[in-house]
Nanobody, 122 residues
Framework: QVQVVESGGGLVQPGGSLTLSCAAS????????MGWYRQTPGKQRELVAG???????HYADSVKGRFTISLDSAKSTVYLQMDSLSPEDTAVYYC????????????????WGQGTQVTVSS
């Protein structure tokens, strides 16, 4: 079992910056990928950014050029640096971890954090 814990959410003014962190821990596992999703009331959860263990990244069009995702494999921790924030970025941000037992050929399992609130408002 993998535990996922997010931190770093909060209130920030428009144009400001915020960094989210997400640490995975638990029984022995290998990370395939980690990512950040966000959700607002009444809407589906959407992918914000993802990174594979090999370092490949991808971003939603709405955050390209403003958000940066990075992975510290040694710490099993993923970061999301968010710059030039706007009220449209207000949401609960969830961390997703795709992981499997070391050496496993099976598809990775997904693990989710509890979410952290990001509010962009003046």
């Amino acid at each position: 079992q993998v535990q996922v814990v997010e931190s770093g959410g909060g209130l920030v003014q428009p144009g400001g910056s915020l960094t989210l962190s997400c640490a995975a821990s638990g029984s022995i596992f290998s990370i395939y990928a980690m990512g950040w999703y966000r959700q607002t009331p009444g809407k589906q959860r959407e992918l914000v950014a993802g990174v594979t263990s090999g370092g490949n990244t991808h971003y939603a069009d709405s955050v390209k050029g403003r958000f940066t995702i990075s992975l510290d494999s040694a710490k099993s921790t993923v970061y999301l640096q968010m710059d030039s924030l706007s009220p449209e970025d207000t949401a609960v941000y969830y961390c997703q971890v795709a992981a499997m037992p070391p050496g496993s050929a099976a598809p990775p399992d997904d693990y989710w954090g509890q979410g952290t609130q990001v509010t962009v408002s003046s």
